[in-house]
């Protein structure tokens, strides 16, 4: 339960770095899609099944959570969830996952529809910035909400929710998803503006729209949402994971090899692949996938993260490794979240040039400019990496770290392997079938 996936780490990976990575890989399920599907399970007490679930702890933490609810969980196939919540046998989930993740928060609504009632331990997540759930509350707060908020909790109940304009100050992505979670058995119709329209809201979408929900999205960032009296029961595969495919694709490119990622989909890597080809990747697809390689020597490029279909927050920390390899001063931009280079201390200590900046460097500024915010990342290259002993702070710069630790001359040693196996699956299997050297190390 929530104290086993918060057990102390005792294993650390050791890598040895400096050869071209090169091999296939198939691309697992979506950890930010797969999450909130689990959630929109409690919609109905029909059961649901998920195909391309992956084997991550986020997924085995969520489905600990809805199991504590009273949902009956089972792996029906390789890569298979059926999920079913017949009756919600407790309002509350203990506060063991209080700071775990941001998905009880989402359990809001489909709570309220069901029982009328939630109390929630408040959101962790990776600690990237503030990342408050302000709109959250305040969107089910216009819907009919009576919000409690505690020290380490959100106690929260309800009638039937009502419909709402609601208008996001920013196109949260999970806002948005705890709107549409509230949305779809709403009375009446609900419409949110500036909403967020990243692929794994969209498939969120798809999935409410198979279990019998009315939902819109429109270009313009509004989806409208008429409320129904129902939900049933349905099945759905999983979008692939374009942060695992971007780490893999930006892999190839540092270290000059060449990586396949099946299952790949380019629709959802549009801006991602022409940021690396501005670089020197390339890349071409295969029989139902990608494949990625070095096109010529990396030369440095001007970058700044937005929302979709801007390029991701998330294919950050693996892009800004890639350009400690290109020739030139590159700029990162980061306009999400206000604190997510602190990982980039470590680089440095690797020999990466990396300086930060709270402006919003040759770009038309961001609500982080000039507030003190470290969130521009200048990178100047190419340069020789060498192996270190690396702690690492969170999810993705997990990953960014095994790859610097690929590029480098020499052995690293990676700690908090704990944060890398919560969003990738299977990480050190696929490095080992790209040609990695890197083995587990666990602590007597
Ligand atoms: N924000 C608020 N108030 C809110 C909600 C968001 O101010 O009530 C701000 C946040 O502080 C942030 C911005 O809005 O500055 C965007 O946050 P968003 O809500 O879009 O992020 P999220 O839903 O909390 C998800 C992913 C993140 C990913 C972001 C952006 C999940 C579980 N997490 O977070 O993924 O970076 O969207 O795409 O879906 C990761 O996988 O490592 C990860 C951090």
């Given at each position: 339960m929530a104290h086993e996936h918060m057990a102390q780490d005792r294993h650390w990976y050791q890598v040895s770095g400096g050869v071209p990575l090169t091999g296939t890989v198939t691309a697992a399920g979506a950890k930010n899609s797969v999450t909130k599907l689990l959630v929109a399970s409690l919609l109905t007490d029909r059961p649901c099944t998920l195909d391309l679930v992956p084997d991550i702890l986020e997924v085995h933490l969520v489905l600990d959570m809805l199991a504590e609810l009273g949902t009956k969980v089972s792996w029906?196939?390789?890569?298979q969830v059926t999920v079913h919540t017949p009756t919600v046998t407790a309002t509350a989930l203990s506060e063991a996952y209080s700071g775990v993740n941001r998905i009880p928060v989402l359990m809001i609504g489909p709570l309220l529809h069901r029982v009328g009632e939630a109390y929630l331990p408040l959101p962790g997540g990776?600690?990237?910035?503030?990342?408050?759930?302000d709109y959250h509350l305040s969107g089910l707060a216009e819907m009919g909400a009576a919000i409690t908020e505690e020290l380490r909790s959100v106690k929260v109940h309800a009638g039937r929710l009502n419909g709402v304009h609601f208008t996001l100050p920013f196109p949260s992505v999970g806002a948005t998803e705890s709107l549409l979670l509230a949305g779809v058995l709403a009375k009446g119709t609900t419409v949110i503006q500036g909403a967020a329209v990243e692929p794994e809201v969209i498939d969120l979408v798809m999935f409410l729209q198979k279990m019998g929900a009315l939902v819109n999205v429109e270009t313009d960032r509004t989806i409208t949402i008429e409320g129904v009296e129902k939900l049933r029961g349905a099945e759905h595969s999983v979008i692939p994971d374009r942060i695992e495919t971007a780490s893999f694709a930006a892999l190839a490119v540092a270290t000059g090899g060449r990586i396949e990622v099946a299952g790949a989909q380019q629709e959802h890597l549009v801006t991602f692949l022409n940021a690396m080809r501005k670089v020197g990747g390339e890349f071409a697809p295969t029989d139902g996938g990608l494949v990625f390689w070095r096109e010529r020597p990396l030369t440095a490029v001007h970058q700044e993260t937005g929302v979709h279909p801007g390029f991701m927050t998330d294919w950050q920390q693996p892009f800004t490794v890639m350009l400690t390899q290109a020739k030139g001063t590159s700029i990162m931009h980061e306009?999400?979240?206000?604190?997510?280079?602190?990982?980039t201390q470590q680089l440095a200590e690797m020999g990466a040039d990396i300086s930060l900046s709270d402006s919003c460097l040759g770009s038309g500024g961001c609500r982080w400019h000039r507030r003190g915010f470290q969130h521009t990342a200048i990178v100047t290259g190419p340069v020789a990496l060498n192996g270190a002993h690396l702690a690492i702070p969170d999810l993705r710069a997990g990953f960014s770290y095994i790859m610097a630790a690929l590029i480098a001359d020499g052995t690293s040693t990676v700690a908090g392997t704990r944060y890398l196996e919560r969003g990738y699956e299977d990480p050190v299997g696929k490095l080992r079938a790209v040609g990695a050297h890197i083995e587990t190390i666990t602590a007597q």
């Open positions: 029906t196939g390789p890569g990776c600690t990237i910035g503030k990342r408050p759930i306009t999400i979240y206000e604190d997510r280079f602190g990982y």
